[in-house]
């Protein structure tokens, strides 16, 4: 386990405070990408998330990952923390209650949570389709985003210019649903020009959902 700075910078906003009801649906919009894929957008939906940002940061088991590129071993530009199998059991609390509030919508049961870490505008990650597209049709990837918003961006294939833009942040939750896995990726790109802190909380099930085999609508 590695240490990430004890604290962090980040902007926040008097208009991220939550309205609703935490963890609720009644705000939800779909976007849809196209006939195969969608995303789903809950703005504000987890409320204290200014809390959370602080506790995760500092209790969180973070992790700094490595890659081989070539020849070199490089640092992941991100940290982070994940829980799922045994561990899912010492999920921090308001984790647990996210958690459970996306398998009972979705009717699929989200058994892995990854938490990353942007530390500032040098981190990001790059263009790509969640590797559970791999083993599962049309994996749902659930992300509650705290801290500074960053850009998260969609494009269809795996080339060219994104054609969806979004700023999560403020507890925002966001859901890749459909072929989202397959036929598009996402990135959240680095920004050269400095960024604030952002944490993306990922929720992710490694069993099939009761759509597989059909396309949901
Ligand atoms: O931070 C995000 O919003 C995206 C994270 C992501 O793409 C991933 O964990 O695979």
Known sequence: MVAP???LAWQGSLFDEPTGPDLGFDRLVRHRLDERSWLEEVPRWAGQHDQL??????EAPWRQ??????????LEPRMVAAWSGDRLEDLPAPLER???????????????????????????????GDNNRKTLHNPLVATVSLGERRRFLLRPGTAGSPTHRFRPGGGDLLIMAGACQHEWQHTV????????????ITL???REGWWAGQYPR
């Open 189 to 200: 790109p680095k920004e050269p020009g400095g960024a604030g802190a952002r944490m993306s």
């Open 98 to 128: 996210m958690r459970k509030a996306v398998s009972e919508r979705y009717r699929v049961e989200f058994d892995s949570v990854l938490v990353n870490l942007y530390r500032d505008g040098r981190d990001g990650v790059a263009w790509h």
């Open 5 to 7: 700075p004890s604290s």
């Open 204 to 206: 992710r099930h490694s």
């Open 65 to 74: 990952r490595e890659r081989r590129m070539y020849e070199r071993t490089v």
């Open 53 to 58: 940002f602080d506790r995760l940061l500092a």
